[in-house]
């Protein structure tokens, strides 16, 4: 069943959507060669907590950390760690959620490490605009499959492949709630957007194939190919005839 916001209820998802947003500031501040991802997930869970949140990933299903950091050819879910190194041209995806206030928002970026190669910038850039086109499609009245086939199309013309491992969701007073949001689909199938829906809406993109595999800790996904992967998110309110953004 999926749920849909009050006026009220958005005023808290904005406060956790902004605060997602300064850490993702702060993480792009932070991403620099030879820095460690576990550097990073620290400085952040401080930032969290400091605002009187609580990191939305650390203990969910028994993950160990606040910030999901997949450098290269991680999909997503890459645990930090202190012996994961930046290195320059690397590309590292940021995935941060928060709860505040009783409320979820959550949202990811790709960051370049120094410069990268031509072809790790088209990536992250196609998987950033795949992002956008997506949400353009989170107004009332449209389908779940209008965001998800605008992903897709962006995967197409950029010569890329959409992750179909991995969904976007539903989110609010549960960090994952109904709809899923697949990044590729079929015309005029999935659920009727309807106003005051929250969507996380997640783009993946990989350089090779689009088959992941799961490494032994049980979270980190990797390209089968040990391609390069790009992740964007945005946590976004469905409107009438717009969409507000409030992770941005």
Known sequence: MTILRNEEEYERLRAAGRLVAEALLLAGKLVRPGVSTLSIDTKIEELIRDNGAEPAFKGYKGYPATICASRNEVVVHGIPSEK???????????????????????????????????????????????????????VSGNRVSDISIAIQKVAQSSGFKEVRAFVGH???????????????????????????????????????????????????????????????????????????VVTS
Do not use: C, Q
Request: net charge negative; aromatic share 6%.
């Open 170 to 244: 539903g989110t609010g007073r549960n960090l994952h709630e109904l709809p899923e949001v697949p990044n590729w689909g079929v015309k005029g199938r999935g659920k009727v957007l309807e106003e005051g829906l929250v969507l996380a809406i997640e783009p993946m993109f990989n350089e090779g194939t689009r088959e992941v595999e799961i490494m032994p800790d049980g979270w980190t996904a990797v390209t089968a190919d040990r391609k390069l992967s790009a992740h964007f998110e945005n946590t976004v309110i469905v409107g009438k005839s717009n969409v507000e």
């Open 84 to 138: 994961v190194i930046l290195r320059e041209g690397d590309i590292l995806g940021v995935d941060v959620g928060v709860k505040l206030n009783g409320f979820y928002a959550d949202a990811a970026r790709t960051f370049p490490v120094g410069e990268i190669s031509e072809k790790a910038s088209m990536l992250v850039e196609a998987t950033r605009k795949s992002l956008e086109e997506g949400t353009r499609n989170a």
